[in-house]
């Protein structure tokens, strides 16, 4: 994958629609689209002074209104409901971004 975005780059405006390589054949779309954004972040932070960095593991606005969602309903969080939300956070990360959300809900 690294190898097909170093392509692109070089490529430009004249870069070709790729297909997922073979060596990507088993692995589930979730983590291959995971891994393209991770490869992504990486090249942009290189292209453009790691501007991008820190974005990494920063929970999406979906993740957030998962947690918001959670913490209103039940008062508790069951992290295997929020996957398809979070998936991308290592367990610290959730954590801190469930502690955010709970402060700011907090009055």
Known sequence: MIKQVDQAIAADEEAADSKRPAACDEVDDKTLQRLAGEITTDKTGKFFGDTAEGAAGQPSADCQAWIETELLSSGDIDAASGADACGD???????QAIEDVNNDLAP
């Open 89 to 95: 956070l290592t367990d610290a990360q959730l954590d």
